[in-house]
């Protein structure tokens, strides 16, 4: 029997992941098969992020004509990572993530104007398969990622308009393709944010929501020791 913590890697909810999966080891391999050009950096990098991100499912719903719905719309994305590489195309990073999403503002006869505000701290490890090539050359690069995800939302449930702060912790994963020109870096990344909860809505028992986002990134590239 398959515990319930475990059911996403066996149902249909994992064909991305096995994609990306897939994806991530053909890279691999047509990176290290490839010769390394001279010039390529294989030094630790921190990397500075900020984007945009675009929240679907539950999160993205209309709060008050959707049940379950959050109504959050576009946010900022802010992060960093510390990037260790393995090879000259292959490297691994501690991540952390904000994401603040653009607040839900509605009016109620009892309330007035109110508010409801979705949030998301993201601590996780990436993998990056990069092409090879020197630093001022144009390099694409596919990453995964998997990590634990702190999801927060402040305001008012839905169905009876009582106060609500409350916050979740959950597995979360990432694809995120791109490319990399000289100090800068450029990607799209889709986030996998889903979970089972009670706290997000007033019933007594779980509810399914999908947090799932799509973001926008640049970041700045800062070598870092040798």
Do not use: C
């Not at 080891?25 to 047509?30: A, E, T, V």
């Not at 719903?61 to 719905?69: D, P």
């Not at 702190?150 to 990432?174: A, P």
Request: net charge neutral; charged share 20%; aromatic share 16%.
């Amino acid at each position: 029997m398959i515990r319930p913590g475990l059911r996403f890697f066996f149902t249909g909810d994992d064909t991305l992941l096995r994609s990306v999966l897939f994806l991530l080891g053909l890279m691999i391999i047509l990176a290290q098969s490839a010769p390394v050009q001279a010039g390529d950096s294989s030094g630790s990098q921190v990397t500075v992020e900020v984007g945009a991100a675009f929240p679907y499912g539950q999160l993205g719903a209309n709060f008050e004509n959707t049940r379950l719905g959050l109504g959050a719309t576009r946010g900022l994305e802010l992060g960093f990572s510390y990037r260790i590489h393995l090879s000259e195309t292959v490297s691994i990073a501690p991540t952390f993530f904000f994401l603040d999403y653009g607040n839900y503002e509605g009016f109620n006869d009892e309330l007035g104007d109110y508010r409801v505000q979705s949030s998301s701290y993201r601590y996780a490890a990436e993998l990056m398969v990069k092409m090879p090539g020197t630093d001022k050359l144009l390099r694409p690069f596919l990453a995964v990622g998997a990590g634990l995800n702190r999801n927060r939302v402040t305001g008012f449930y839905q169905d009876n308009f009582r106060d609500l702060e409350k916050s979740i912790n959950t597995m979360g994963y990432s694809l995120r393709v791109g490319a990399q020109l000289a100090g800068l870096e450029f990607s799209v990344v889709y986030n996998i944010n889903r979970f089972n909860t009670w706290q997000f809505y007033h019933s007594d028992f779980r509810e399914r929501y999908n947090w799932d986002n799509v973001g926008l990134r640049a970041g700045w590239l800062i070598p870092f020791g040798d």
